[in-house]
């Protein structure tokens, strides 16, 4: 017999492997999730699938219209804004209290500011934008608070929905290896104010391009062919 702790163990698995799936890249926007397909590939059962779509539509990384089911959540501009808003005060918040940052919170900002300039090398652009956000949970983790983390592990999950918008992955993430690198440095010689300014900075010129981009696909989507 199938307990309700085992339900929620498996609901749990899977929804982390799809929330996963989704920060990599590997589930564009508008992905059909069918709890059909999903319960074999995870060896669970198709009522655990359906308690994981539900978890991640909390999550606002899936949404379920009646008629089609479960599909990966496409962003819109607003989205994008209200993210990027989160982001900001989580992020500088992290930078600013990174004095009190134990010395394996602020070697994983070293560790993952390196990773993303290793995938550019590699022209894994995939990667590279992991890594990328990988760098900036990382701030985030400064503040040593694990509910903060948790918070921004869906947000990074959403933004990486608005990358795959992107007309041009290579173009837009190249240009981020070294900024991220940059404020790395800055933090790590305890110029906090100057990594602040350099944050922000990167922060404004991200979302501005992430909102242009959204802007264009929806455009592009009404547009009679």
């Not at 059909?36 to 779509?53: F, I, K």
Request: no cysteine.
């Amino acid at each position: 017999m199938t307990t309700t702790d085992d339900t929620a163990s498996a609901s749990g698995r899977v929804r982390d492997a799809l929330r996963t799936q989704i920060l990599r890249g590997e589930l564009p926007p508008g992905a059909r999730l069918m709890d059909r397909a999903l319960a074999p590939q995870h060896g669970v059962s198709r009522n655990s699938v359906r308690e994981a779509l539900r978890l991640l539509e909390s999550d606002g990384l899936v949404v379920h219209a009646r008629n089609t089911g479960s599909s990966v959540r496409v962003l819109t501009a607003a989205d994008v804004a209200d993210i990027y808003a989160a982001r900001r005060v989580l992020e500088v918040g992290g930078v600013q209290t990174s004095s009190r940052a134990t010395d394996r919170d602020l070697a994983e900002v070293d560790r993952a500011a390196t990773a993303g300039l290793h995938e550019r090398t590699l022209e894994d652009w995939r990667g590279a934008g992991t890594a990328s956000l990988v760098f900036h949970a990382a701030l985030v983790g400064l503040a040593g608070s694990a509910r903060l983390n948790a918070f921004f592990t869906d947000l990074a999950a959403q933004l990486r929905l608005a990358f795959a918008v992107m007309p041009d992955e290579a173009a837009f993430q190249t240009q981020w290896m070294e900024r991220d690198r940059t404020i790395a440095d800055l933090l790590l010689s305890g110029r906090r104010d100057a990594a602040e300014i350099e944050l922000l900075a990167y922060l404004a010129d991200s979302e501005a391009a992430v909102v242009d981009a959204v802007r264009a696909a929806q455009r592009s989507a009404v547009v009679p062919r």
